[in-house]
């Protein structure tokens, strides 16, 4: 998904919940930090929101959503999650980035920071979250000492732990 797609959803997000800011905690939150990377890291068509100031708007982005006339006529759309959909380092709400202004109406957005975002791959661990996080680490975009400290302040079992840290020296290689 290019940035003006996510211009275009945050846009829409807008004009449905009346909200002016959503914090946007999947994969398209790369183009906080970098909003001119290439597709080919950023495949996914949803762009998960959830509203900050008021969550339980986010449910009205159903009529953006999956299978709606929006994503049919655009080939993307709106997923709304919640603070639960991702499990995220402690901290993370103070490390957000702003999204760079962009067509979106004055909607802004709030993307996680890419170690943050990257831990939440690492914990949900989907062949497409392998990929991703592989390619963040042989990008270098992520830094490998940054995710460990960043590890250390998630809450997940000592196997999931064992796990991530196994996965973060997968991606980074022998280095």
């Not at 009529?63 to 929006?70: D, N, T, Y």
């Not at 993370?92 to 004055?106: A, F, H, I, M, S």
């Amino acid at each position: 998904m290019k940035k003006q797609q996510l211009d275009h959803v945050l846009r829409a997000a807008g004009r449905i919940t009346g909200e002016k800011q959503f914090v946007i905690i999947g994969s398209q939150s790369l183009h906080g930090k970098y909003p001119d990377l290439p597709d080919a890291i950023i495949l996914s068509a949803e762009v998960d929101l959830i509203a900050s100031r008021r969550p339980e708007q986010t449910e009205l982005l159903n009529e953006i959503g999956v299978a709606s006339p929006f994503h049919q006529e655009f080939g993307y759309y709106a997923d709304p999650v919640d603070a639960t959909t991702a499990t995220l380092p402690r901290g993370w709400k103070n490390r957000l980035v702003n999204l760079p202004p962009g067509d979106t109406d004055g909607v802004k957005g709030l993307c996680l920071e890419p170690h943050d975002l990257a831990i939440a791959k690492y914990v949900a661990r989907r062949e497409k979250d392998i990929v991703f996080t592989r390619e963040l680490a042989r990008r270098g975009l992520i830094k490998r000492k940054t995710l460990l400290d960043r590890l250390a302040q998630t809450q997940v079992s000592e196997a999931m732990r064992i796990r991530i840290l196994d996965d973060i020296s997968m991606d980074f290689g022998a280095d």
